[in-house]
């Protein structure tokens, strides 16, 4: 099993639970609240590390309460940190409201002192970027740091992966071409390339136009109708697995992501490890939270073996 080296956010979730978004103006009472860690890089390593692999967290924190639960959930996860601490300013928090009958949700996450990470930071940490064996990363942090970090991992010789979220609309030129991997979902895809995501044959569609702008693979989650991965010799779409009744689907695309990367990590093929990605996100929707419903390398190998 080789190192997973992520770059990324950390954030405080404060999760209201309802029967429906309020309107602007408007007071709902929740169904329930609950306050936990997240943050897209951060539930990424999370993931990573307990689907198996040796992952390590680049990110800044303050010096505060938040800042103490991240610490404490990657060293129950396993997670290495590398950590820039920023004493003045505050550690990240976002606000996601979780639509009770659906499970589905919407998120507003403001990145605190994490929103300053830059390229200096990146080379900082540049030895252990280029002895990964998969280095993902995300765009909840300024783009200069992650565009810095793929470039050092793949100097290294490190896979890179690319989880575009959140995408507004199309990267800059260049910045794919340094991406082994980039994994969208319908929404991203949809804001990267311009066309409209909501099926198979869609994603297939616009995987093909991110490789056209540089990436070596692009692979679209699809939620229920699982993943689409393409590269230059191969189209595969993985169903999704049936693990159980959803109950919240805010963690699942960052299960996927460290699921596929400690895939890699451990030498799997791509599309073998989209398909263990894709049963870490089957399990993590099962349960409430984000860093939370991570699933152990035990619990997919077991919904893996299930499925065949």
């Known amino acids: 099993m080789g190192r997973v080296v992520i770059l990324g956010v950390f954030v405080a979730d404060a999760t209201f639970r309802a029967a429906r978004q309020p309107r602007m103006g408007e007071t709902l009472l929740g169904e329930g609240f609950a306050l936990g860690p997240g943050g897209k890089g951060s539930n990424q390593a999370?993931?990573?590390?307990?689907?198996?692999?040796?992952?390590?967290?680049?990110?800044?924190?303050?010096?505060?309460?938040?800042?103490?639960?991240?610490?404490?959930?990657w060293a129950e996860a396993g997670v290495t940190p590398a950590v820039i601490v920023d004493p003045a300013g505050a550690t990240g928090a976002a606000g996601i409201f979780v639509e009770a009958g659906t499970g589905e949700n919407a998120i507003v996450i403001?990145?605190?002192v994490a929103a300053d990470l830059g390229a200096a930071d990146v080379e900082?940490?540049?030895?252990?970027?280029?002895g990964a064996a998969v280095f993902v990363t995300q765009l909840e942090q300024p783009l200069a740091a992650a565009v810095r970090g793929l470039d050092l991992a793949r100097a290294g010789g490190a896979l890179t992966v690319l989880n575009p979220a959140p995408a507004t609309g199309p990267l800059p030129d260049g910045v794919l071409s340094s991406c082994d991997f980039v994994t969208p979902?319908?929404?991203?895809?949809?804001?990267?390339?311009?066309?409209?995501?909501?099926?198979?044959?869609?994603?297939?569609?616009?995987?093909?136009?991110?490789?056209?702008?540089?990436?070596?693979?692009?692979?679209?989650?699809?939620?229920?109708?699982?993943?689409?991965?393409?590269?230059?010799?191969?189209?595969?779409?993985?169903?999704?697995?049936?693990?159980?009744?959803?109950?919240?689907?805010?963690g699942a695309g960052d299960a996927f992501n460290g699921g596929f990367a400690a895939g890699l990590a451990r030498g799997l093929d791509p599309a073998a490890a989209t398909r263990r990605g894709c049963a870490a996100a089957a399990i993590?929707?099962?349960?409430?939270?984000?860093?939370?419903?991570?699933?152990?390398?035990?619990?997919?190998?077991?919904?893996?073996?299930?499925?065949?």
Do not use: K, W, Y
């Not at 692979?219 to 919240?248: C, K, M, N, S």
């Open 124 to 130: 900082a940490a540049a030895d252990l970027i280029g």
């Open 185 to 250: 979902n319908e929404t991203e895809a949809a804001a990267l390339t311009g066309l409209p995501v909501t099926s198979p044959e869609d994603a297939l569609a616009a995987a093909a136009a991110l490789r056209a702008a540089g990436a070596g693979a692009a692979i679209v989650t699809l939620g229920a109708q699982g993943a689409l991965f393409h590269d230059a010799t191969r189209t595969v779409h993985v169903p999704a697995f049936a693990a159980g009744p959803v109950v919240e689907t805010t």
């Open 110 to 112: 403001c990145p605190g």
């Open 284 to 308: 993590s929707v099962t349960r409430p939270g984000t860093a939370a419903s991570m699933p152990t390398a035990r619990e997919i190998e077991a919904l893996l073996a299930d499925a065949i």
């Open 46 to 73: 999370v993931a990573a590390a307990r689907a198996g692999a040796e992952t390590h967290m680049i990110t800044r924190l303050g010096r505060d309460t938040f800042a103490d639960m991240a610490h404490r959930v």
